[in-house]
Structure formats: C-alpha cells, structure tokens
C-alpha cells in the first residue's frame, strides 16, 4: 500500500500560480505512476495529470496542457504540479493518486480503478 500526502493547495486569484506537491512512501513505487485527479463541485472525479516515475513520461488532460507541468524528484519519491493561469474552473479537490502502471494508462482509467489515492487538498480560485 502507497501512502500519499499532499501539500500546497490554498485560495488563489484568476491568473495566479499554485504549486502542489505529493510525498509517497510505504511502497517501492519505482514502477508506478503518481499524478493528480481532482473533483469539482458537483462533477465526478477527474484525471488532471500523471507522471511515470521511472522513466518521467507524462500525461496531461487535454483542459490544463501548456498551464499545468507535472515533475518529479526521484530521490525523495515527491511529485509536483505547477499550476499556471489558474480559472475557476480549476477550482476543486486535487487528490494524488499511485497506481503501478504508465502515466497515460492511470490518467485514463476511470477513477474507481486507481489503486491509491491521498486524502485530498483544496484549490479554490476566486477573486
């Protein structure tokens, strides 16, 4: 079992940047994918971003591609998501998610098939 701590959410303005970062631990996860789904109000759960942690291919939907980058620091099994020109939109529940597959692969399953998910953290834009 993969443990997932998230960090960084918080209230941010239209326009602004927010950084969250993942710690997993508890598990190997050197053949895993880590990355990000989040749920807004009212909507089912949805996958943001994803990263493979052994080789760094990721996957992005297609709402956040070229405001949202996804890394990773191998050495410390941490997970980042730079969020740039945030919207209301991207308003909602970002939860880090593990599963042992590709970055692709667990950002394309439906949310009931991802092996491990954190607790979750607020993002809320708003001016």
């Known amino acids: 079992q993969v443990q997932l701590v998230e960090s960084g959410g918080g209230l941010v303005q239209p326009g602004g940047s927010l950084r969250l970062s993942c710690k997993a631990s508890g598990a190997n996860v050197d053949f895993f994918a880590i990355g990000w789904f989040r749920q807004e109000p009212g909507k089912e759960r949805e996958a943001v971003s994803c990263?493979?942690?052994?080789?760094?291919?990721?996957y992005y939907a297609d709402s956040v591609k070229g405001r949202f980058k996804i890394t990773r620091d191998s050495a410390t099994n941490t997970v980042f998501l730079q969020m740039n020109s945030l919207g209301p939109e991207d308003t909602g529940v970002y939860y880090c998610?593990?599963?042992?597959?590709?970055?692709?692969?667990?950002?394309?399953?439906?949310?009931?098939?991802?092996?491990?998910w954190g607790r979750g953290i607020l993002v809320t834009v708003s001016s």
């Open positions: 998610v593990a599963d042992p597959s590709t970055a692709e692969s667990m950002c394309t399953l439906p949310p009931s098939l991802v092996d491990n």
């Open positions: 990263i493979s942690t052994l080789d760094g291919k990721s």
